[in-house]
């Protein structure tokens, strides 16, 4: 029993099932039907809370009486109703002042700690987990958002929940679970200059559909995601939902160790030497079997653009836009609808579709090296006429280094709008969105109708893409630029690796 | 807390489209309530909306009079992909919606509207086309969808099982709360922190705001 080959998502589930059979608790208590499996329980390491999903389940817990049963296991901030103005300008939206007074309020009744405006660590919550150093490898990690797959780039089981859980979690910090399916995420190779975290994951929803992973959760293993630094691996992991996997993990090797150490909430001394060897024993073991696996050529990849109303409708930047009768009957309809409304022609190619609006930032892409690969391709240049550049910061911290680094005044010389730290356009919560119409490239994660706006219509791409896009005020192969900027970039990008 | 399904009839709503996300049926900017009040008018807004405000021509499908009080919906592959809002299935349950038929439904949005007393049925591609057309033959005819039986009878007579987690049924069928089904095992989940510390303790070194 002991020997069975286990793969990552086996070991966490195992270390965290209060009860391990799936029918190992009875249902007498509350339950007076005839016996059916309950889920198992799985204990929560780290439950984050932001402000746009919890009110209603801090209403509940009120309701019932109930206290949150582990606040030291328990992190909230700001993020998504946040403005990414000056924290010194009042919040005109009612609502939003409201959402964020409550959140507030809720954490001081219930004793959970709180980074608010103003606070220097506040930022987007899948940013600060792991920079503050909360998300660490074999944990499970929870949060009332579907991005929370990004914590498993440090080989954490980390996925969405509902408002329902999270009052459970709050209430009990269990959730009842069954367990997922595993799917297997091969990338060989090596990537090309101008290819990144972001071209791969958007490679892989297009090769397997929005749908392609639900039920299971993906392991990402191979080659080209072992070269990936710990920021790549968050921005592949966190697009896992987008691929209908609700967890996206990577086994945690030295990279992940030597980003963690030192890092406030990660484990010191002593303490820090028997977390390396617990997390040593973490990674698949050789010959664990998968329900599902898939293997992608990392040296054939390109620059990924999306071109339609889910994150499945993308292609390599350098391809024609797909016509509705090239396509399987299953997909016609809604790639018809898809270009309909994005108000693209079949068979034209998508490198120059003009552009109105670029966003780069979000859960996705808005860490510091995502500034750095934004700033090596606006340094000396200046965004297209006309076109609304907002560069926003994933975290304050992300904003303090970039500050530091001088990004930010690269960003401005560029003709850039440099934002305080928040989701921001990614869902349009705060008042950064599209126009009805308008066209934005953008380095987050969903392109579905009105996402980033009412109307709005987005190009998902990696910050280098929208980036040199910014440049020429429409979708552009950061390759077309002059070899130089690429090359500087890589370089730039390799140091800032090996600095860690 | 939670309601209980057991037996319902309705007409249908037939939505054929594929992927339907949850920002679809709730867009973003109704997040900001922090309660679940109004959230039916919230209810695939962009689609019965225009931009400016104006409702759409023709309307949208929950807008057609026809469909007014249907508490069933037959959609495409893939429902609820997306975000996990809960506003979703708050939305569809404040409009009137009880069950949901499509041959897939995205893992969050399945469960958080197994919490919510909306059903989510899964059917096969074979059962989603006969049901389609059945829909297109007899467009107002009345489908039962009973859980404690995990049977659906359609208007022609005929009927056909359907799968529920039996766990979800179970709490459903009963109305029973699952976070106080969970705190009665609190004895249980002591036993096992005892010897499973926490690995986290985010209360330390933070500074007072």
């Known amino acids: ?500 | 807390m939670p309601e209980s399904f057991t037996r319902t009839s309705s007409r249908v709503i037939e939505i054929p489209r594929a992927n339907i996300d949850t920002d679809q049926l709730c867009p973003a900017r109704f997040l900001k309530i922090t309660d679940k009040a109004n959230l039916a008018d919230a209810l695939f807004f962009d689609w019965r909306f225009t931009p400016d405000g104006k409702r759409r021509e023709p309307v949208s499908f929950i807008d057609e009079p026809h469909n007014q009080g249907r508490q069933f919906l037959l959609v495409g592959d893939n429902f609820g992909s997306g975000s996990s809002r809960e506003h979703a299935p708050w939305a569809l349950r404040a409009w009137g919606i009880r069950a949901i038929f499509s041959t897939s439904f995205a893992d969050i949005f399945k469960g958080n509207a197994l919490k919510n007393a909306l059903l989510p049925i899964v059917v096969s591609p074979e059962r989603h086309a006969a049901l389609t057309a059945l829909f297109a033959a007899n467009p107002d005819g009345e489908w039962t969808v009973d859980l404690d039986a995990l049977k659906v009878t359609l208007p022609d007579g005929s009927s056909f099982d359907f799968e529920i987690d039996p766990f979800n049924r179970t709490m459903i069928l009963a109305g029973t709360d699952e976070i106080g089904y969970v705190q009665a095992k609190l004895p249980a989940i002591e036993a096992w922190e005892a010897t499973h510390p926490a690995r986290v303790e985010s209360r330390e070194g933070i500074p007072a705001q």
């Open chain 1, 1 to 500: 029993m002991a020997d069975r080959p286990r793969t990552l998502v086996e070991k966490i589930w195992s270390d965290h099932a209060v009860s391990l059979r799936d029918d190992a608790v009875s249902l007498s208590d509350h339950v007076t039907a005839s016996d059916p499996g309950a889920p198992a329980i799985l204990a929560i390491d780290l439950h984050l809370v932001h402000e746009v999903t919890s009110p209603q389940a801090f209403t509940g817990l009120r309701a019932r009486g109930a206290k949150v049963r582990k606040p030291g296991q328990t992190v909230a901030t700001a993020d998504h109703s946040i403005p990414t103005t000056d924290p010194s300008i009042p919040i005109a939206d009612e609502l939003a002042r409201k959402q964020l007074a409550q959140i507030e309020e809720n954490c001081r009744e219930f004793g959970i700690p709180f980074y608010g405006r103003g606070s220097g660590s506040r930022g987007i919550v899948h940013v600060i987990g792991p920079e503050l150093g909360l998300t660490q490898p074999g944990m499970t990690i929870v949060c009332g958002d579907s991005h929370t797959a990004t914590h498993g780039a440090f080989g954490a089981l980390a996925f969405g929940i509902g408002t329902s859980e999270i009052e459970m979690v709050l209430a009990t910090q269990t959730l009842l679970q069954r367990k997922p399916k595993t799917f297997r995420v091969q990338i060989d190779g090596r990537l090309q200059p101008g290819v990144g975290a972001k071209d791969i994951i958007l490679a892989l929803i297009a090769e397997i559909g929005v749908g392609g992973g639900t039920g299971h959760v993906f392991e990402f293993t191979g080659d080209a995601i072992r070269a990936l630094s710990m920021e790549e691996r968050m921005t592949v992991c966190n697009m896992s939902i987008e691929g209908g996997a609700r967890a996206g993990l990577i086994a945690p090797d030295e990279t992940t160790f030597a980003y963690l150490k030192g890092r406030k909430f990660a484990p010191q001394g002593v303490a820090w030497d028997e977390a390396v060897a617990a997390w040593r024993k973490l990674p698949s073991d050789e010959g664990a079997t998968y329900d599902r696996t898939i293997v992608i050529d990392g040296d054939k990849l390109e620059p990924m653009v999306t071109y339609g109303t889910n994150p499945g409708m993308g292609m390599p930047i350098s391809g024609r836009i797909p016509a509705p009768a090239d396509v399987g009957p299953a997909f016609r309809d809604d790639l018809e609808r898809a270009l309909e409304y994005m108000g693209l022609e079949s068979g034209k190619p998508i490198a120059g579709q003009k552009l109105d609006v670029v966003f780069i930032g979000s859960c996705t892409n808005g860490r510091i090296e995502d500034m750095r690969a934004a700033a090596s391709v606006l340094r000396g240049r200046h965004v297209a006429p006309g076109l609304r550049v907002l560069i926003v910061p994933g975290s304050q911290q992300v904003k303090r280094e970039a500050e530091v680094e001088g990004l930010d005044l690269v960003f401005k010389a560029a003709g850039a709008e440099w934002r305080e730290s928040g989701c921001s356009m990614c869902i349009a919560m705060n008042g950064d969105q599209l126009e009805p119409g308008q066209y934005g490239i953008s380095t987050s994660n969903r392109n579905f109708q009105g996402r980033q706006g009412k109307g709005g219509r987005s190009f998902l791409a990696s910050p280098l893409t929208a980036a040199a896009s910014a440049v020429t005020g429409v979708v552009t192969d950061p390759r077309t630029l002059t070899d130089v900027a690429v090359g500087f970039l890589f370089a730039e990008q390799t140091s800032a690796v090996e600095a860690h």
